[in-house]
């Protein structure tokens, strides 16, 4: 994995599991750590937030228009935060896709992936995944927020690079993190 200086990811494809069935995908991810990680990550940017609150005021079209500024105006953390935390999640991703390519987002596959992710977060029984949050909302919206990172918003990352589309990249992911954010606060998590 290398970061260049432009913000873009680089990998050499190595992938281990190419051909498995989804009972098999699921039942590798609900072990592997990289996949427990990403999860970790994805919603550590939520639970990290300084201001929280302000956040639960997202607005996915003034997102689009400003981008990461108006992500750091609500939550609390600068720009180079959101980036590395971007970089972070979208290494993750591509850890995870690089191993499983069946992860990776074709137009085609969505509710393959869906369903995957859906039964790798129901089977995992993880401490990490378990706290802060009542179990609801987090069955409910962990799986979301995951998919929108595999779905769309991280790839546009991945290929825009942190500069080249903010509007576009990871809309996905934070319109889930908002809706994930909402629920929990709503539930008083």
């Given at each position: 994995?290398?970061?260049?200086?432009?913000?873009?990811?680089?990998?050499?494809?190595?992938?281990?599991?190419?051909?498995?069935?989804?009972?098999?995908?699921?039942?590798?991810?609900?072990?592997?750590?990289?996949?427990?990680?990403?999860?970790?990550?994805?919603?550590?940017?939520?639970?990290?937030?300084?201001?929280?609150?302000?956040?639960?005021?997202?607005?996915a079209t003034t997102w689009e228009q400003k981008g990461i500024p108006y992500l750091a105006e609500l939550s609390g953390y600068t720009n180079l935060e959101i980036e590395n935390k971007f970089y972070k999640i979208a290494s993750d991703l591509k850890t995870l896709q690089?191993?499983?390519?069946?992860?990776?987002?074709?137009?085609?596959?969505?509710?393959?992936?869906?369903?995957?992710?859906?039964?790798?977060?129901?089977?995992?029984?993880?401490?990490?995944?378990?706290?802060?949050?009542?179990?609801?909302?987090?069955?409910?919206?962990?799986?979301?927020?995951?998919?929108?990172?595999?779905?769309?918003?991280?790839?546009?990352?991945?290929?825009?690079?942190?500069?080249?589309?903010?509007?576009?990249?990871?809309?996905?992911?934070?319109?889930?993190?908002?809706?994930?954010?909402?629920?929990?606060?709503?539930?008083?998590?």
């Amino acid at each position: 994995m290398d970061f260049s200086e432009k913000g873009k990811v680089t990998t050499i494809s190595a992938a281990k599991f190419s051909d498995l069935t989804e009972k098999e995908l699921i039942s590798k991810l609900v072990s592997d750590e990289d996949f427990i990680n990403y999860g970790k990550n994805s919603f550590d940017f939520y639970e990290s937030m300084p201001t929280k609150t302000s956040f639960l005021n997202f607005d996915a079209t003034t997102w689009e228009q400003k981008g990461i500024p108006y992500l750091a105006e609500l939550s609390g953390y600068t720009n180079l935060e959101i980036e590395n935390k971007f970089y972070k999640i979208a290494s993750d991703l591509k850890t995870l896709q690089d191993k499983y390519p069946q992860l990776v987002y074709d137009g085609k596959n969505e509710v393959f992936i869906n369903n995957v992710i859906n039964e790798a977060c129901n089977q995992i029984n993880n401490d990490v995944w378990q706290k802060n949050g009542c179990a609801d909302c987090r069955s409910k919206h962990r799986p979301r927020v995951i998919a929108a990172g595999i779905l769309g918003g991280a790839s546009g990352f991945l290929t825009g690079g942190v500069f080249g589309g903010a509007a576009g990249a990871f809309t996905g992911f934070v319109k889930s993190v908002s809706a994930a954010a909402s629920c929990f606060e709503a539930a008083g998590c």
